[in-house]
């Protein structure tokens, strides 16, 4: 039997952030993963991006690959993608939406595709909204990821790092119809997120796991439990890189469990030249131990 895992609970608005940035520490040491609360996000306006979801992806196929994906944004159908390319199982079983960054320097919003309004009126609106919330909630946690990293606490914001987010929201919907063959086919196969942060609310349906030691055989996966309201981060392998290996970018996957399930997600993903050119981060680099991995040299 799969065992669960017990995420530590980072509060968002606890007024002591030195504590706070202790345990966002901790979290990141041992696990990647972590259950943020008191995000600022209104489960309201969480309900209302589900709804609309539900309303994009029972559209007829015909209609929703009128926006299938350009430019990395817009629809992919079941089976389309599989996050871990060595697996030998077919594409994994769920349609994703992709919607880029809205405003920031240099991000050019308009590659973004929309349904109708006559389709789905304030379809667009609901996801500009929690896009843009979400962001909010995200920039404040990177401040106190900075101070996490022992680093000043607008440091990311000095950087420029937060500039032009270059972040994504990705609707997911798994069907759940169990396969009859053999093989398991997975919702989303093992894989680590490649950007800086990512914070994922789910409809409350199980399936997610995590697996600690990447490089262990036999693998060991536990479950992720659903927290109401709360948004499940984790560190994606930028953050990894930037800090050596000290902050994890932890393998996760969606198993299948025969219910249907929603997703969103906004990947945070700041890759601009601010960490290319600027050398702020070096002393972060060289003071942290390096576990084989490639060092950028700057
Ligand atoms: O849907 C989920 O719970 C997680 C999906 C995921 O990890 C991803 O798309 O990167
Ligand atoms: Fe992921």
Redo the contacts with the bound molecule.
Sequence with gaps: MTQSIQLPIIDLTSPDRVSTARAIRQACLEVGFFYLINHGVDEKLFKQVLEQSKKFFSLSLEEKMKLVRRNHRGYTPLYAEK?DPSSTTQGDSKESFYIGSLEGKGVVSNLNQWPAEEVLPCWRSTMEDYHRRVLDAGIRLISLVALALELEEDFFHKSGACDSPNAFL?L?H?PGELQLSEQVVY??SA?S?YGML?L?A?DGVG??QVCREKFKKPQIWEDVHHLSGAFIVNIGDMMERWTNCLFRSTL?R?MPTGQE?Y?V?RFHHMLNSFFFSNSLFYPLFRSMHVCGMLVYVI
Aim: proline letters at 0%; a positive charge.
């Design positions: 996050l990705r997911l798994y919702g989303a894989h997120d990512t994922l789910t399936g997610l996760h969606v399930r997703s997600l």
